[in-house]
């Protein structure tokens, strides 16, 4: 019961420290102004070029800024410990580490989905794209599942962010790398061919994919693989990053380093 207390309180608590140094504000340019206008401005390199439609560039920025609050928020979530001076108590305490440490995916999880989903629905209001009604739900599911998958992502960086001084520079270069990889806004197959291969085992390429092909009519059933893949990929990258805080822990605790880079 302690496990459960901790996964789900334990979270949410965390989550709401981050804002003891980072004003709620700063959540407006960032996750709402910030993706419309990346949706807006391919869209609009897409019209002049006759490359691809509108729908194809809302699709896939809605998508890949939900990796944003995945990278960062995730980070910042143990990371900030150090930062707090927080993270040698935290340690010490003998609260069981796997709840400790996933359970404040959660609340990172959840605005991930509500990034892309606003993205989504106000980009496509903006560009007046059509999506089935049908497919509204089946589309709810895959975000919710490539926010799982980035969060995933997410936590090797938080990893990383206990070996280096500053996981800023570690998300935004994750975020560009998706944004350049996944097929955000060129097909796959007009990739680099170790471009597009390397892509297949990183979050948002099957997620993006799947999305794509149920805004255009496709049934849940369709594109099962691509969710399947997606959710897969995320639990290999929580499961890493989830070994490799722990290894660090044991590194920070042998050479007395826990507050230090």
């Given amino acids: 019961m302690s496990g459960v207390r901790i996964f789900f309180v334990g979270g949410l608590t965390s989550y709401r420290a981050l804002f003891s140094w980072l004003s709620p504000w700063i959540l407006v340019p960032t996750f709402c102004i910030g993706p419309l206008f990346q949706i807006l401005l391919f869209a609009y390199i897409g019209r002049t070029t006759h490359l691809e439609s509108d729908k ?22 143990i990371d900030g410990e150090r930062f707090q001076k927080t993270l040698p108590v935290l340690l010490a305490t003998p609260a069981p580490r796997l709840p400790l440490y996933l359970g404040r995916s959660l609340p990172v999880i959840a605005n991930g989905i509500l990034v892309s989903a606003f993205a989504f629905t106000t980009g496509g209001i903006l560009l007046g794209i059509h999506v089935p009604v049908g497919a509204v739900g ?6 919710a599942v490539t926010a799982f998958a980035c969060t995933g992502l997410g936590l090797l960086n938080a990893a990383i962010g206990l070996r280096f001084r500053d996981t800023a520079v570690s998300s935004n270069l994750f975020f560009g790398f998706l944004l350049v990889f996944c097929g955000v806004n060129v097909p796959l197959h007009d990739l680099p061919g170790w471009m597009s291969t390397l892509a297949q085992g990183v979050p948002l390429t099957h997620g ?48 007395a380093a826990l507050e230090v880079s």
């Fill in 56 to 77: 194809f560039y809302v699709v896939g920025n809605a998508l890949q800024y939900a990796s944003l609050p995945c990278l960062f928020a995730m980070a910042q979530t």
């Fill in 138 to 143: 089946s589309l709810a599911l895959v975000i």
């Fill in 208 to 255: 993006i994919e799947a999305a794509r092909k149920l805004a255009d009519g496709s049934s849940l059933g369709a594109v099962r693989r691509l969710v399947a893949a997606e959710a897969f990929i995320g639990a290999v990258y929580a499961t890493v990053g989830y070994c490799c805080i722990r290894l660090m822990e044991g590194v920070s605790r042998r050479r």
